[in-house]
């Protein structure tokens, strides 16, 4: 049986009192998509940081390719083969593929004070790299903000893969992305798992994880619910998890009872009502009855 490239035992986060994850053991096999999946505040993003260097847990272990590790910057997770690609893709709109590509590692010819950039040959591996991720790019000069969301995506994981990646954590890739564009960010999922890296697939979106994961994930209020293969759970009760179906049910529960309990306070008070109406009626008649007697 394949170990675990990255595992983490019993993690716990604290900020000050406030409990952001609690005991949350994890495993990463090669060649496999683990989904971690989660509504707001589930504590995903925590535990991302600490996978990727940001936070140290404040108890628990942290294993990568089975020796304990603890990074204390994101840089030191990258160099031991943890990379990153969040939302946002740290890529620069005006610049062009290439540049962006190689941003803060670019390539170098000639010696000493005569080094230069080697364009040539970062725009021959810009092609290359993208070509096996299935990207035919028109031309490397291209600015990465005229690309679709789709294609940066793609530069941003074929970065990642290049610069010796075997974690590859990827947060939310297709949340802003339309059909089309979110089916070839999956297709690059599936690409890297094929390559043999450990991928890390964070996502609302129940579809999406179920289309290309191996490994579900479902994280609640900082705890882990559950840890599934494929096999083990079916696409509709993760969507059923994910919702919280159970606890709208109950709420409907609540909200039925109150409504009823509303309408049986509005129907007592409306009797009450009528029968104040009549007891009103009742005595101005027997007023009328008093004041006839006098007069007689």
């Known amino acids: 049986m394949a170990e ?22 994890a495993q990463v096999m090669p060649g496999e998509v683990t989904c971690l999946l989660g509504d707001n505040g589930a504590g995903k993003s925590t535990l991302i940081k600490i996978l990727s260097g940001v936070y140290q847990p404040t108890e628990g272990e942290y294993f990568f390719q089975g020796e304990p590790v603890s990074f204390s910057s994101p840089r030191e997770a990258l160099t031991r083969g943890i990379a990153t690609v969040y939302q946002d893709l740290a890529l620069i709109p005006l610049m062009s593929i290439w540049r962006n590509f190689f941003l803060g ?23 290359e790299e993208l070509g096996k991720m299935g990207i035919d790019i028109r031309d490397p000069e291209q600015p990465v903000g005229t690309m679709s969301g789709g294609e940066r995506q793609s530069v941003a994981i ?23 564009q979110a089916g070839m960010v999956l297709r690059y999922v599936a690409q890297a798992r094929a390559r043999d890296l450990g991928v890390i697939f964070i996502s609302h979106n129940p579809h999406h994880a179920y289309a290309v994961g191996d490994r579900f994930m479902i994280l609640k209020r900082g705890r882990i619910l559950g840890n599934w293969t494929k096999a083990e759970l079916s696409r509709e009760e993760m969507i059923r998890m994910m919702s919280g179906a159970d606890e709208l049910e109950a709420l409907s529960h609540e909200l039925d009872e109150l409504f009823n309990r509303d309408a049986a306070q509005t129907d007592e008070a409306a009797m009450l009502s009528e029968v104040e109406h009549q007891l009103a009626e009742s005595l101005e008649e027997g007023e009328e009855i008093f004041h006839h007697d006098e007069n007689k």
Do not use: C, N
């Open 105 to 127: 590692s670019e390539p170098v010819k000639g010696w000493g004070p005569f080094q230069r950039y080697d364009i040539a040959f970062a725009k021959r591996t810009v092609r």
């Open 158 to 180: 074929a970065r990642a893969v290049y610069f010796g990646a075997r974690v590859l954590i990827l947060d939310e890739p297709t949340a802003a992305l339309g059909v089309k």
């Open 4 to 25: 675990p490239i990255l595992e983490v035992r019993h993690i716990t986060k604290m900020f000050g009192s406030v409990i952001a994850l609690s005991d949350v053991s």
